[in-house]
């Protein structure tokens, strides 16, 4: 794995408790009483001056393209085109698709893969021609400016009831539900040149997803929902390889 990607995968440790049932680390919640961590940060965070959206997309895009160089693909994707979403057009810029009118489905996870989730994905998976329809990394913002949350698959959502809604409402701010962000991970982010057809992925889309938070993170962007991009568990073990 190279060496630059792996600097933006750490996890911190402090958005995660010690389940001694299952002698592991995971992600604390927001509805617990007595932990406030991730509603403090989103409150420290919320007291952080926004980043306008060009700088954050382009932070992603930055990203990204380090990624695919990493992976041997040097030339640069520059381009714009669109994409027909529910017969309306949105324009594709780079590696990032600028979605408008935002009206998603739920999806639905049987614990092994979804098995319900809005068509609009299949559009995209077409278009990019991705490995798997929930390869695509999204983001969304609140009525204030303010970054939301870094989050993989095909669930974009606008739910105030799940973690990233209650801490949205926490720092008494909603979401802008007039856009999103979506970068599909295609095949040149998580496979190499070299080994097109590799059975493993060179960089799964979680390992993506945490690495274009923290390099967000690393570049001022403050995050509401600071540690979810970090992972529902916290290794120990690999975190201090």
Known sequence: MNEYVVNYLKKDIE??????RNNEYKLKGVCCSFDRTRKDKALKQAKLEPVSFVKVYSY???FLELVREENGFTEKNIKIDTIKLDGKEHIIIDNGILVRDNNWSSSHWNGKTYDRYDKKYDVIKEKFDLERVSDVLWLKFTDKGHLAV??????INWDSEQSCGLLVQEIGESFDTSFAFVFPLTRQMIRTKAEPNSF???YSSEELECAVGNYLISKGVPIIDYFSHMGYKYDILAENM
């Open 150 to 155: 870094v989050a993989k698959s095909c669930d």
């Open 200 to 202: 493993y992925r060179k």
């Open 60 to 62: 992603v895009n930055e």
């Open 15 to 20: 958005g995660y408790y010690f389940d001694k």
